[in-house]
């Protein structure tokens, strides 16, 4: 694959902090346009760090020891805890207005008109369009859907999800994804998708990069990573995934 | 909502309450009193409160009451005037600090160390040697130190802030430095900002009338608090009113002004 047809390129990255020398070391990864890459690995295994870098938002004292990392294109990020990643005093309406404004030069009423429309888009309520709305008063899943909003208000090429659904309920977590899957249907932008949750990983991503300890274990599209996992790590996460009972059919 | 707000928090109503009196009685000093603060009756020196003379009169027969209410102009409006500027300094600077951090933060730490190691009574009698006394000096000396206190809550505050997730959010999304501190930075900082506004104010009052007492502060005749409290001092055995009055007052402001503060904590806090 060559740079011209990824939209993310990143090899041989490596990233140190003081304390501890190599918390990423030598991970290389590309994403094609369309393609959904998902990053997953046990809590420490230095996903988000390695999500953060090529944002360059990386937290203070950690920093790039090794290898490049090339964007072809626009990103937005989509953080884990919704709530937090909003500005508590300002209405959630007003805060992706003033994206919309900041990425197309256009008067505040056509921005709302195109909130308006992203709203809906993402099936929230039509109260928030009354502009009084603050992040604390929503509930996690539709703040979640907020910075979604606000997010593809940059019109990305790139999507960056840091473990989006971990801090929803499981039945949000569920809408969260069907909403991220028929976006990227419809919008055909790229997916960073990081997540430790290996089933919700193989929901959404057409490929897969196994992470432990700050180095690519594995690396292979789902379906052939999910059947025939070559390291134990792999063995180990798929095993760890909880199988849903299912009532009435003994074994 | 606001309003109702104010009316719940007990401490908030109280403390607006009592300054909105003291502002008014201020204000309408020259409708309110029969006196004018000048004139002098030395056929009526040193009278006790009374009827006639509702806290008195001093060594020149004039009015206490009256000249309390227009040292109340002098000194309210000296107490706000010389806060606008080291307010909109220090929350400036705090945010810049805060959120570019690294050698932005190093300069301006660097000078918050060096303005703080000011004396603050030392600089205004200098600068009232240098200009004159008068309101002048006090601005000018408080425009070098008095942002300091600012610069330092909000940046600490807007440092915290910066490590918060929506912070790097809004950098994510591609928003501009200035657009993020203006936004929500701005919004985020002003709350505690008022705060320490309110509990500022009181130490600048104090100061002012410090400095009318020493005699450097607001040339006489404009009635000041502080001169008037000076004033009585030499007939503080036998006519306790003069300087007893006005220390009232400042007290009177003081605790208005704390009330608001508390309040206003409260309400934020609760939010």
């Not at chain 2, 008068?134 to 330092?152: N, R």
Request: proline residues 5%; neutral net charge; hydrophobic residues 45%.
């Amino acid at each position: 694959m060559t740079a011209a047809d990824t939209v993310l390129n990143v090899s041989h990255l490596s990233l140190s902090s003081s304390v501890q020398k190599n918390l990423v070391s030598d991970v290389s990864f590309s994403i094609a346009p369309g393609e959904c890459l998902g990053l997953v690995g046990e809590s420490g295994s230095g996903k988000t760090i390695t999500l953060r870098s090529i944002l360059g938002i990386l937290p203070p004292g950690i920093v790039l020891t090794g290898g490049s990392i090339e964007k072809h294109g626009s990103c937005a990020m989509i953080f884990q805890n919704p709530v937090s990643a909003l500005d508590p005093l300002c209405p959630v309406v007003s805060q992706l207005v003033e994206v919309i404004r900041c990425h197309q030069k256009m008067s505040r009423e056509s921005a709302l008109v195109q909130a308006d429309e992203l709203l809906r888009m993402l099936d929230l309520p039509v109260s928030l369009e009354r502009l009084d709305r603050y992040p604390g008063q929503l509930s996690g899943g539709q703040c979640q859907r907020i910075m979604i909003a606000i997010a593809l208000a940059c019109r990305p090429d790139l999507l960056l999800c840091d473990e989006p659904t971990t801090a929803l309920d499981v039945t949000v977590q569920k809408q969260i994804i069907a909403v991220l899957r028929n976006l990227q249907h419809t919008l055909e932008f790229s997916m960073l998708f990081v997540t430790h949750n290996l089933a919700v990983a193989s929901a959404l991503c057409t490929s897969l990069c196994v992470m432990k300890q700050g180095t690519v274990v594995e690396k292979g599209d789902t379906k052939s990573v999910l059947s025939r996992p070559q390291t134990e790590y792999t063995k180990l996460l798929i095993r760890s995934v909880l199988p849903v009972p299912e009532c009435g059919k003994e074994e | 909502m606001t309003l109702k707000r104010l009316l719940k928090t007990p401490s908030l109503l109280a403390g607006t309450v009592m300054l909105l009196l003291l502002v008014c009685a201020a204000f309408l000093a020259p409708y309110i009193s029969p006196y004018d603060y000048t004139r002098q009756d030395l056929f009526a020196v040193l009278q006790p409160p009374s009827a006639v003379h509702l806290m008195g009169t001093d060594q020149l027969g004039r009015d206490v009451c009256t000249r309390l209410l227009y040292a109340a102009r002098t000194d309210l409006k000296v107490m706000v005037l010389a806060e606008i500027v080291p307010f909109c300094t220090g929350i400036f600077l705090g945010m810049l600090a805060g959120y570019y951090g690294k050698w932005v933060d190093t300069v301006i730490t660097f000078f918050t160390d060096i303005f703080i190691a000011f004396p603050f009574y030392l600089t205004v009698i200098i600068i009232a040697f240098v200009t004159g006394s008068g309101e002048h000096g006090i601005y000018i000396t408080f425009m070098l130190v008095g942002w300091i206190v600012f610069a330092k809550v909000v940046k600490g505050l807007s440092s915290a802030l910066c490590s918060e997730e929506w912070i790097a959010a809004c950098k994510t999304i591609g928003l501009p430095g200035y657009r993020i501190i203006w936004g929500h930075l701005f919004v985020n900082v002003l709350p505690q900002a008022v705060i320490v506004l309110m509990t500022d104010m009181v130490s600048l009052l104090v100061t002012v009338v410090t400095l009318g007492f020493l005699g450097i502060g607001i040339a006489p005749p404009v009635p000041d608090w502080g001169t008037m409290i000076s004033d009585g001092k030499t007939f503080i055995a036998t006519s306790w009113w003069l300087s007893v009055m006005p220390g009232c007052a400042v007290v009177y402001t003081g605790i208005a002004l704390s009330l608001i503060g508390d309040g206003l904590a409260d309400i934020w806090r609760g939010k």
